[in-house]
């Protein structure tokens, strides 16, 4: 997921951590660990935070026929063990450091190429449709996997209610930056806030499911509370966390990885095994809990498995040059 200076790496299959680890000293250096916040690295403290006796609210949902029958990641793996670069770059960071993030009050603004813009607050958009249980698979540019039983509902059930004109061709995703919060903010790391796109007809998937919730609780902060994207074809980067702003635009948006990486990342990011990223194979991959990390991996699917639901939005694109 990072970027690191081509030379610095010789090989296609280098481990994550090292990646990570490697960036890590290279931009934080001992900054973070200075403006280290003094959370204990457990993830119930920051999944807590919100709750007033200790214990995260219950979110149920309505078991989902979009969900896959894969065994299930554990809760402490799912988190304990995140990307959420405005909170540092160790996976270990987020459940650091994430329960400083501050989720109420909390609005999400529609605007740009619709009929009706709006602000919600979150509390409405938790009863705006019935919330649903999904199991999906989330799959990570870095080679690892997790499946993770979300609670949400679809993301067009949201958009629906704003009236996109017919000049909506893309929706654009900002999520929150919390300056004071987030210690990765603070150290530079990507170009803030967060930004993440989708073409319209992506983004009006059934599949594509704004997310409120896990394990029949609400998202914890190091998962992207209130408010995150689950894209689950797509790779886990474009699952955008802690939302604020839905844009719907005319022209292509700039993501932040595109903007920090062109070379590396597109802006489909469709799970594809046959397109390598630049730096190693997407072939395989690590089920996180699951498999050792000297174990066989798994093979990548197209389309992350999914592609039965989503093949048809592609028919007659190149995936390989669209990556
Ligand atoms: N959203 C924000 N705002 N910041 C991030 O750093 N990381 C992305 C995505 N959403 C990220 C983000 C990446 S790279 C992945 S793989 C997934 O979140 C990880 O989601 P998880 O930690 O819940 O597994």
């Not at 610095?8 to 200075?34: M, N, Y």
């Not at 894209?231 to 802690?242: I, L």
Request: proline share 8%.
């Amino acid at each position: 997921m990072l970027i690191r200076k081509p030379d610095a790496i010789q090989s296609s299959e280098i481990t994550p951590e090292r990646v990570w680890r490697a960036r890590r000293d290279l931009i934080l250096g001992a900054g973070v660990a200075a403006a280290g916040l003094g959370l204990p690295g457990w993830a119930g403290r920051a999944w807590a935070a919100n709750a007033p006796v200790g214990e995260p609210a219950v979110l149920p949902g309505q078991a989902s026929p979009l969900s896959v029958m894969d065994k299930q990641t554990s809760l402490s793996d799912i988190t304990s063990y995140n990307n959420y670069y405005e909170f540092g770059l160790d996976k270990s960071d987020p459940a650091a450091h994430a329960g400083k993030l501050q989720t109420r009050p909390w609005t999400v603004s529609v605007e740009g190429e619709v009929g009706k813009p709006r602000t919600f607050d979150i509390e409405e958009l938790l009863k705006l449709a019935p919330m649903e249980e999904r199991v999906y698979r989330l799959r990570c540019v870095e080679g690892w996997s997790m499946v993770i039983p979300w609670v949400g509902y679809s993301l067009s059930a949201l958009l629906k209610q704003v009236e996109p004109t017919a000049n909506a061709k893309y929706v654009e995703f900002v999520t929150v930056v919390q300056r004071d919060n987030m210690p990765g903010v603070r150290a530079g790391v990507l170009d803030w806030p967060y930004v993440e796109g989708l073409r319209i007809d992506e983004a009006m998937h059934p599949l594509a499911m704004l997310v409120f919730g896990l394990y029949g609780k609400v998202l914890p902060n190091q998962n992207g509370a209130p408010l995150r994207l689950a894209v689950p074809w797509k790779y886990g980067f474009k699952s955008a966390k802690s939302l604020v702003k839905i844009r719907l635009v005319e022209k292509q948006p700039v993501s932040s990885w595109i903007k920090a990486a062109p070379q590396e990342y597109g802006f489909y990011a469709n799970v594809n095994p046959a397109v390598p990223h630049p730096r190693w194979s997407q072939a395989s991959e690590r089920r996180i809990g699951e498999d050792g990390l000297f174990s066989p991996k798994r093979k990548t699917l197209p389309f992350n498995g999914y592609a039965d639901q989503v093949a048809a939005l592609y028919q007659g694109m190149d995936l390989k040059a669209n990556y």
